[in-house]
């Protein structure tokens, strides 16, 4: 696979396509003469995203999709087919978010969060990669977790957990893969904090999964930290695009577009590897770190 991988004319899948990164990605992909099946649970958003794509001369298709639900996500697939005969390019990039002790989370959050920060990625691994496998042709599967799944921050348990499981199905994804193929490969995105919709997540929540309760003092403090956070994002959804654009081209996995959280990541393998107790991460990003009450 050393061939850089060719965009034009190839087909891209794309999850939570209707804002944030995978709306970028989306506009990058056609910038780049791929055709799109975008796939998100907001219909109208993705209804607004589809057209303006179109506008600009992009073939493109829509398909609402929750990815928590692997019927939806196979009917996804077999869209993408019909659409365009190939896939190419698939996004596992939908993903919500929650703050707050990790015990005060209640039984919907973790089911929430894993629904669609790990069940949405597990279903579109399970859906696409017989599908691309079978194409005998190159093809890339890029899965979204953050730096959350390389680092535990405090009050984020069960985001960080979801995406851990993220970092860990892929990594074992690119294993599998290179066992059975050399056409078909896969990489990982850790973003750190970009000004996109995650800070607003709830909006997406279905009704069966929203809490009776009102927030604790931990989930109000997490919820304002991360509000401020994002905002405070130096890089654009765009950025963050283009970074995943070229690794795919290139070939690598590992794509972190915020490189100085690296110096939080070796402080945390040094705690394992030394049996230390673990670091904070935040400790060395102090601006960023207000402890929920
Ligand atoms: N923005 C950041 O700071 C940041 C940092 C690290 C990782 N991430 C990850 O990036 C990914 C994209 O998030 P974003 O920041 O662009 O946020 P966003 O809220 O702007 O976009 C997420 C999209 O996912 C959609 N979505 C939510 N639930 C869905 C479901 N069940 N099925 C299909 N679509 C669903 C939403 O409607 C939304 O359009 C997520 O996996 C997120 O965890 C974001």
Redesign the pocket.
Known sequence: MSEPFQFDGRVAVI?????????AFAHHAAALGMKLVL????QA?LDETVEALRESGAQAVGVR????DAAQVDALANAALEAFGKVHLLFN?????TGGFVWESSARDWEWLF???VM?VANGVRSFTPVMLAQGERAHIVN?????GLLSPPAMGV?NAS?HAVVSLTETLYHDLKNVSDAVSCSL??????????A??G??RPDDLRNDAPLTRSQQAADLQLQRA?RA?KLT?DDVAKATFDAVREGRFYILTHPQILASVKLRHEDIETLRNPTDPLSLKPEVKQAPQ
């Open positions: 999850t939570g396509a209707a804002s944030g990164f995978g709306r796939a998100d649970v907001d958003l999709t929750d990815v928590r990039n939908a993903g919500v978010g629904g669609v920060n949405g979204t977790a953050s730096v959350a985001y995406k995105l850790c973003p750190a904090f970009v000004p996109t919709g995650i607003n997540a909006r997406s994002v994002g959804p």
